[in-house]
């Protein structure tokens, strides 16, 4: 039997899959810090503005100058933790030894999954006994806080719980059981974090449109608009590699280290939303933090956000924001 291993080279984007869920999962966590903390958070993206910054890439050409830089901004309302999950490591994978769940749970989760119970002392006891590899809060987004959303369900995922000691994992989970976290918890102005969302669907698309191609020409007997060929007689079968039409948009996509720039705790005095409000969305009610680029999906999706597991710096850097654009994005 053959052995397996990791194949060589890269694939890019490929293959171009639709993603199974509008809120992704986060398959991998950082090492995270030697104190109990969640290493997880996530927000509603709202829009795109501009604002000036002060350049802080030291290795960048216009390094420690002033510069028009474009800016995300992400409605992070706290999350609610419903409940806890010590997962230990088996032949098989990952596998629940222990569960437990808050009280205090808002009735919107019940638009999700059938409403648990709070659980009984000796449950909450025999979790606080219970040893394994780690530790994952059950955390549910509140979109009755956010105006710019219309859907009332809340988004029910985990979060894994970061320390040093499995102990004091274990006693912050059943802390915060019932409980709101914020995304203090998590970042702060100039740090990093890393950014899983889904990008913006476009259905099914031709290979013009989805690869970019090049058209046949004009004297082409059947169409322009298609491939060539779809490769040799041998190996008698179509290889990945050939570009065809299929799904376009819709992937799940990672993009590591975002810096904050900005966290606004109140909007309605740190003002964050423009003249007529956010195409497609309105007007920022709850806490926001504002990043640095472009995320994928668009707006009204929630993202979801990790600590870092690429960090490439380790000091955190304060963020010289000399000018943050409110200025009317309906059009001239």
């Known amino acids: 039997m053959a052995r397996h291993r990791p194949r ?15 809120v992704p999962r986060i398959r991998s966590w950082p090492a995270g810090s030697k104190q109990p903390s969640i290493e997880g958070f996530a927000g509603y993206k709202v829009g795109m503005t501009h604002a000036f910054i002060v350049d802080y890439r030291k290795r960048s050409t216009t390094a420690g100058q002033e510069l028009a830089v474009p800016v995300t901004v992400v409605e992070v309302p706290p999350l609610r933790i419903a409940g806890a999950r010590i997962y230990r490591r088996q032949p098989y994978g990952m596998r629940i030894v222990a569960e437990v769940w808050g009280s205090g749970l808002t009735d919107e989760l019940g638009r999700r999954i059938p409403t648990h119970p709070a659980s009984a002392e000796d449950r909450v006891k025999q979790f606080s006994e219970t040893h394994g590899d780690e530790i994952r809060l059950l955390a549910y987004t509140q979109p009755h806080l956010v105006s710019g959303i219309g859907s009332k369900t809340p988004s029910l995922f985990e979060v894994r719980v970061t320390g040093e000691k499995f102990d004091e994992r274990r006693a912050f989970a059943v802390k915060q059981l019932g409980q709101e976290v914020s995304a203090d918890q998590l970042t702060k102005e100039g740090e990093f974090v890393d950014v899983i969302g889904v990008t913006k669907g476009f259905g099914f698309q031709g290979h013009i449109q989805r690869w970019g191609v090049k058209l046949q020409p004009r004297k082409n007997s059947k169409h322009r608009r298609m491939i060539g060929t779809l490769g040799p007689h041998n190996p008698s079968f179509v290889s990945y590699r050939i570009p065809q039409a299929g ?19 109140d909007p309605r005095t740190d003002r964050i939303t423009p003249a007529g409000g956010f195409p497609h969305y309105g007007e920022v009610q709850s806490s926001c933090i504002v990043l640095h680029g472009s995320l994928p999906g ?33 059009g001239a």
């Open 298 to 330: 668009p707006a009204k999706r929630l993202l979801r956000f990790r600590a870092p597991l690429r960090s490439r710096v380790s000091t955190v850097e304060k963020v010289d924001l000399r000018y943050f654009s409110t200025s009317s994005k309906q």
């Open 247 to 265: 799904q376009q948009g819709y992937h799940r996509r990672t993009q590591l280290n975002m810096r904050v720039l900005k966290v606004v705790r």
């Open 8 to 22: 060589r080279g890269s694939l890019a984007y490929s293959p171009r899959s639709r993603s199974a869920r509008p």
